[in-house]
């Protein structure tokens, strides 16, 4: 079988042997992939910076058809993830990485989540400035990639009724059901947080404008609350915290 090229996403690498290294890539075209890297921890390797954490670029990768590794031949550097002086736009990039990572499974292509990502990282890498708006940019991502894997959260009406949520006070979210919770239906329920009417406004507006540009400005008290309820979300989806998730404090804004 001839090598197939393809744009990846470089998500996760362990050395394996001397100079060798498995890297995990989320291809455009293939999805999510295992593969060998022979050599790459040679200098003049072909890989080059190429399988570099975060890194963006063209791969040439033998598929394996039965099981197995597959074997990467080739990784041509497109873009270097650039660390700033903003840590929380570093951990944005890893999130990124880990969600590619656990919310899918292998070779199940999804070009949709690929461009979600790499536009993603693409602003996050050499962040400059202010800290707090990686919260909005990560909240939109976020959504964006539970949306294309079918578990957004439903924030518009209550996710059993379908009835209509209050619109001020405080609002119920079912981790197990997905979404908000009228007062009638989260009696007796599980796994039930309690948010601000901000916060389900926050995220049912990110949902309802997904590509918007820019992110939305979320104030910083409501955006703790968000990231909380994302990572308890994401531990419930994925039956374990992300490892990321606890790290994901959002910034207060700078005042000078
Ligand atoms: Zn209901």
Redesign the pocket.
Known sequence: MPAEKTLAIVIRTVPFGETSSVVTIYCREFGKLRALAKGAWRPKSSFDGGLDLLSISQVLVLRKSSGGLDLLTEASLERRFRVGRSYAAVLGGLHIAELLDVLTADADPHPELFDVAYATLRRLSAWRGDDAPVAGLLLRSDLAMLRLVGHAPETAC?V??R?PLPATGRIAFGMLEGGV??E??RSGRRAVVSLSAAAVATLRHVLEHPTATPPPDIPPGVAGEVRAMMSTYFAHLLGRPTRVAARLKPVRRRIS
């Open positions: 209550c059993e009724c009835g919770l009228c009638r239906c």
